[in-house]
């Protein structure tokens, strides 16, 4: 069987840097697009040896961030899946002693808050999620004990 594949490389993009938004180096955060596209919510993560629960909203048309309700809990590792109803399922993780998470939050975009939502029969972290097209999330793998375990959240 033949396949042809192509690709389009774009030799004029560029990456524009923009330091010190977030006031610290921070790693294993989540950023998923919000109300269209014209924000991104960046929660949780690690900031020098703890987890953290910090949550910001990026504004993209005026390159602003600003700092918007907590999560719950201070997480990382974790994923966060944008539901039809533009809240966000933040789902998993790794708290600050090294220990799996076995709850998810909700995200509110519109009331700015995030709130316990579901727990997970397993608790994950490193783990991928997805929307699917009816309206679960499919939370599959990570570590702790879920290595080949899939299940659904759902909303």
């Known amino acids: 069987m033949n396949t042809t594949s192509t690709a389009t490389v ?7 840097l923009t330091t010190g938004l977030l006031g610290a180096v921070t790693t294993n955060l989540t950023a998923t697009l919000l109300n269209g596209g014209t924000q991104v919510l960046i929660a949780g993560g690690r900031v020098a040896s703890a ?8 504004t993209i048309s005026s390159t602003a961030i600003a700092t918007t309700g907590n999560l719950k809990t ?13 809240k966000v399922l ?18 509110d975009s519109a ?36 290595a080949g375990s899939i299940e659904a959240y759902q909303p």
């Open 10 to 16: 774009l030799a004029n993009a560029t990456f524009t």
């Open 51 to 58: 987890a953290v629960a910090t949550a910001y909203l990026y």
């Open 74 to 86: 201070g997480r990382e590792l974790h994923t966060a899946t944008l539901l039809g109803n533009n």
């Open 90 to 107: 933040i789902a998993g993780g790794t708290l600050a002693s090294g220990a799996a998470i076995g709850y998810s939050e909700l995200y």
């Open 111 to 146: 009331g700015l808050a995030s709130s316990v939502t579901g727990s997970m029969t397993n608790a994950r972290t490193q783990h991928a999620a997805m929307l699917m097209s009816d309206g679960e999330v499919l939370v599959v793998g990570g570590i702790a004990g879920t």
